[in-house]
């Protein structure tokens, strides 16, 4: 799969207009909104950001269409070239490439050409230092200018103009550490003197800094594209005063890939499940006093052979250093290590039936682990053995107990496992938010805030399920914003002003998004006909495709097709490309079900740690999980929250009838966040590459 991007970056630049090449030179994409302060015109843009000028010789030559005999460090921004396609485009980045040019200006887009490797002559105190109120004449392409833009942007808007970083491409192309990068050198600008002098601010921008590796470690994985793959969406928002004063940090997380816990890779063994189960193994790691053995022994751990157990140890101390860093206190960090262990043990257990479908029974080999799990996550033996068996329903009055299948059984134990690192992961977030974000009182000294986005990015498998169907969803959305910023909204400002164009013509992925997502009254979309279908207990696969293929096999959009085969599975026409989903999956990871029976034996956990982890509420027109206490709260006080709440999940019993929100309506929703907060923000782009 190529990068998606590349394809769409030569159509950034105008030819037909009636100005002068120069004052063209480098288009600005933040398309002026009415709800924010009156922007420069596109002259004064021009004036205050022009890019390097090159040189007489290069202009000749490439005015001649010569582009063979260019210097390609000689052209730092590409839309300076009179002639520029996507094979002139990719020669250049590819040559500027073999010099370690990573970083190219595609008029006010960076392009950024993952290395694979660290060039430490472009990083560091010192140019970090050089890229500070950074001039594009003087200053080659690179990601740290893009946060010194950013950060400037908002400075001189007198903090009333807030600024949004968007890094995308494909998987592996280096969005996490092309957003790192800038997230560092917006922490290193707010560094000035009166800010260092204040020691609480400096120890606040070192937190913001030290998330990262911990949400790394939490929501990242080794897959077959790369090493350190991001199975999440996050959305990290700086929050400033009036006088670019760091106030805080909010952080929001998009679709963790919960699925990896219980199988990771899928059918690829060369994959492995998140980086924090690895962890536990480091020579200083907690494996052996959570009962650990060989990593090799257990189910959800995979390619074991792939892990740089050199490295490992150093890992370990990171995180543990982050925790602490942030604010975890030492009995957080030891619970939360508990609960990977008991998720690791929780996978071994093991049932017996005579056949997949007959009753299931714990097999007399797991007596043990099932004790070890109910001690690591204090929880009572007694219900979990119940609970791991059967679950009690409701019907005509009368309560009875629906005993599991082997296949129910199994399914059961990985979907409680699922549950439990995700809700983790949640909890783990909502506290560093609570620990990082501006007060209420600070919140009124607010009047801007900087966001970067660091999101999956475009995948497409020999396998794609659900997960994939929903990663290039965010992806399609990115690529309309995008669109939004570089084409519609500057063309509408070129007219404006009074400048005449031919317009450009682009692919409108709209159709394509208002297919999956929108629905009308006479048109459902495919995320609410999933919905329907994940309501019916007698869905399946197929019928579920059957709908899909009435709805949209003759969509306006012409995204959506059906093959003749009789397999459960679609195909979509993607910005990037095509994309083939089986849908084998999709209506159980909708779903997301957990029985309310294992939900209140976890929820009932004396661990104050754990049962809050269960007793979180997803908020509806937001689709983030909500904490039941904060920790500006005494204990006394907290652990009367859990115990009325413990208290009403016992009442309810099996009378809960009310199915959790979906996993594609917690989408959709966040989704819809997102979009709504970088449309208030003006953007600046960066592309990432895989070469």
Not at 479 to 497: D, K
């Amino acid at each position: 799969q190529t990068d998606p991007p590349i394809k769409h970056l030569n159509n950034i630049r105008v030819d037909k207009v009636s100005c002068d090449t120069d004052t063209m030179a480098s288009r600005g994409v933040g398309g002026k909104r009415p709800s924010l302060p009156k922007k420069p015109t596109l002259i004064e843009k021009r004036e205050k950001r022009r890019s390097l000028t090159i040189s007489e010789s290069v202009l000749l030559n490439s005015v001649t269409g010569n582009v063979d005999v260019l210097n390609p460090e000689d052209v730092n921004d590409l839309t300076e070239l009179t002639k520029l396609d996507e094979n002139i485009l990719c020669d250049m980045l590819e040559k500027r490439y073999k010099n370690d040019r990573i970083y190219t200006y595609v008029g006010d887009i960076l392009v950024a050409v993952n290395p694979f490797r660290i060039i430490p002559k472009i990083y560091g105190k010192a140019n970090q230092r050089m890229y500070q109120r950074s001039n594009r004449k003087t200053h080659p392409p690179h990601v740290y200018a893009v946060a010194d833009g950013a950060y400037h942007d908002m400075v001189e808007s007198k903090c009333t103009r807030s600024q949004c970083c968007i890094v995308s491409g494909e998987s592996g192309a280096g969005k996490t550490e092309s957003a790192k990068l800038i997230m560092e050198q917006i922490m290193n600008l707010c560094g000035d003197s009166s800010q260092d002098a204040d020691v609480k601010n400096v120890e606040l921008r070192e937190k913001i800094i030290a998330v990262n590796p911990l949400l790394e470690a939490f929501g990242n994985a080794q897959t077959t594209k790369n090493d350190n793959s991001s199975r999440f969406g996050k959305y990290t928002e700086i929050v400033f005063d009036t006088s670019a004063r760091v106030l805080g940090s909010d952080i929001s997380i998009y679709l963790l890939e919960k699925s990896r816990v219980t199988n990771p890779g899928g059918k690829n063994e060369d994959e492995q499940n998140f980086h924090m189960f690895y962890y536990l193994f480091a020579e200083n790691g907690s494996a052996k006093s959570k009962k650990l053995e060989d990593a090799e022994s257990y189910r959800f751990l995979t390619n074991i052979d792939g892990v740089d157990e050199v490295n490992l140890e150093k890992l370990y101390a990171e995180v543990t250093d982050a925790m602490r860093l942030v604010g975890f206190s030492s009995e957080e960090e030891s619970t939360i290590w508990s609960i990977l262990a008991a998720v690791l043990h929780f996978g071994q257990i093991e049932f017996s039936a005579p056949s997949k479908d007959s009753f299931a029974a714990i097999a007399a080999e797991s007596s043990a682990l099932v004790e070890l799990v109910c001690e690591l996550l204090e929880i009572s033996s007694e219900v979990l053995n119940d609970v791991l068996l059967g679950t009690w329903i409701t019907a005509g009055g009368e309560t009875v107990k629906r005993a599991y299948t082997l296949r129910q059984a199994e399914s059961n134990r990985d979907a409680a496992c699922r549950a439990i690192y995700g809700r983790l992961f949640s909890w783990m977030v909502m506290n560093v938010n609570q620990m990082l974000s501006p007060s209420a009182q600070e919140r009124k000294k607010s009047t801007s805030s900087i966001g970067i986005l660091d999101i999956f990015g475009f995948e497409n498998f020999t396998d794609n399920s659900f997960e994939q169907l929903c990663i290039n969803l965010a992806n399609e959305q990115l690529q309309y914003f995008f669109n939004e910023h570089v084409f519609e909204l500057e063309q509408e400002e070129y007219r404006r002003e009074g400048i005449d164009l031919t317009n450009i013509t682009y692919v409108d992925n709209k159709p394509l998004l208002d297919m999956h997502l929108h629905s009308t009254p006479k048109a459902p979309s495919l995320f609410a006909l999933l919905d329907e279908e994940s309501l019916l207990q007698q869905s399946t696969p197929d019928t579920l495709c059957g709908k899909f293929r009435g709805a949209f096999s003759s969509h306006p959009s012409g995204c959506f097709s059906m093959g003749k085969s009789n397999a459960p599975k679609f195909t979509i026409e993607h910005y990037a490309g095509q994309v083939e989903y089986q849908a084998e999956s999709f209506i159980e990871k909708n779903r997301d079900d957990l029985a309310h029976d294992m939900f209140a034996c976890f929820a009932n956990s004396k661990s104050a740690l754990i049962s809050e982890l269960f007793l979180m509420k997803i908020n509806e027109s937001t689709g983030a999980a909500e904490m039941l206490t904060s920790r500006t709260e005494d204990t006394k006080s907290r652990r009367k929250k859990i115990a009325q709440q413990q208290s009403a999940v016992a009442a309810a019993g099996s009378k809960v009838n009310k199915r959790p929100i979906s996993t594609g309506k917690q989408f959709r929703v966040s989704l819809d966040k997102l979009y709504g907060n970088m449309s208030a923000c003006t953007p600046h782009f960066v592309r990432c590459i895989k070469p």
